[in-house]
């Protein structure tokens, strides 16, 4: 594959990756906001209030900035509209990078598929999850974060049962208990 078709897969891949993640934010209900999440510490309204700013927090990563991810608020308005805007200027920005700027994308498929994951769980949605866009942000989570640099932002690697979806994967290789979400094993 030449590094220009690989860079046009990597957008299309993250573009699946905000899709269904906008699709599991639409899917939240106001009742479920104060539910837990496999996400340590945050419930789904705080869960939604990361991904809401996530798209925008990572345009400005990408564009060498350094967004304050502790400023963000626990509740955001329209939590849907606000993810689907800024997963669509950091669509366009990817779209018009250096092919040799894919690295970033990666980290970014990782990030939402783990959390779609986590809000479908916490919500109790069963869509059928992109398989493909969970196996991409595990290969590359398994090959870059390695135990020291797990900090706050991700626990240890948990185990997952043998019959796991690559969703289920990727979340216990990001830290969450797969078993404790309701995954028989």
Known sequence: MTESNDHTDSV???????????????????????????????????????????????????????????????????????????????????????????????WQIAEFAAHTWDVVTATGQTPELDGEVAERGLAFMSAVLKPEMRADAFGPEQPAPANATPHERLAAFAGRDVRAAGIPG
């Open 12 to 106: 299309l891949m993250l573009e699946r990756a905000l899709d269904q993640a906008h699709t599991a934010i639409q899917g939240v209900r106001d009742d479920e906001l104060g539910q837990p999440t496999p996400c340590t510490g945050w419930d789904v309204g705080q869960l939604l209030a990361h991904l809401a700013v996530g798209p925008g927090h990572l345009l400005e990563m990408a564009r060498g900035g350094s967004p304050d991810w502790s400023a963000v608020p626990d509740r955001v308005d329209d939590p849907a509209g606000t993810f689907r805007a800024g997963a669509d200027e950091l669509l366009a920005h990817w779209r018009q990078s250096d092919p040799a700027e894919r690295q970033g994308m990666d």
